[in-house]
């Protein structure tokens, strides 16, 4: 894909091509679509990026709160987005065993009784083991200092995701 051919979408169009970019955020593709036309993929980046950046704190939790938890009930029952099971899968959370399963399942649920949203993590750039060990690094942190930390991920997953859309290295993004 190019960037001329996104500046031609319609907003159907543009709402399906990247309405996950942001997990189960299709508002996002919506408000950003309004933008066009953009110069380059970085500058749809940064359309997206801002718009997150502007919100106040209960929408930027929402975002948070539209995740499903890694290697929790979605992966189990295949209700996953196609965007986060292959994030998943790639990185090696749909092949634990049940130990391990039923570690993250507690630091999951610890991590969001003390923050009020799900711990997200760019899965596809940490291993099956840096997982759980984020997740229990990042459970004593301050909750503005998380807030920050989870919407940085939020973010990283969209570059790649975006990447993955116009078939572009994301280190070049
Ligand atoms: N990292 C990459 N994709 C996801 C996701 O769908 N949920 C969470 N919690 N982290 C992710």
Not at 109 to 136: D, N, T
Not at 150 to 166: C, S
Request: glycine share 8%; proline share 5%.
């Amino acid at each position: 894909m190019d960037i001329e051919k996104v500046n031609s979408m319609d907003f159907g169009e543009f709402v399906d091509v990247f309405g996950n970019v942001i997990e189960r955020c299709p508002l996002i593709a919506a408000a950003v679509w309004s933008q066009r036309p953009f110069s380059d993929v970085e500058d749809l980046e940064k359309h997206f990026f801002a718009f997150i950046d502007a919100l106040p704190q209960s929408g930027q939790e929402g975002i948070l709160r539209c995740h499903p938890d890694l290697a929790g009930r979605e992966l189990q029952r295949g209700t996953l987005t196609a965007e986060s099971q292959r994030e998943q899968s790639g990185a090696g959370l749909t092949s634990l065993g049940a130990d391990e399963r039923l570690q993250l399942a507690e630091l999951n649920a610890q991590y969001r009784a003390r923050f009020g949203f799900p711990f997200v993590l760019a899965a596809r750039l940490s291993g099956r083991a840096a997982v759980p060990r984020e997740l229990a690094r990042r459970l004593h942190c301050p909750p503005a200092q998380e807030l920050r930390t989870a919407l940085g991920e939020v973010k990283k997953i969209g570059r790649l995701r975006l990447a993955d859309l116009f078939g572009a290295d994301p280190a070049r993004l």
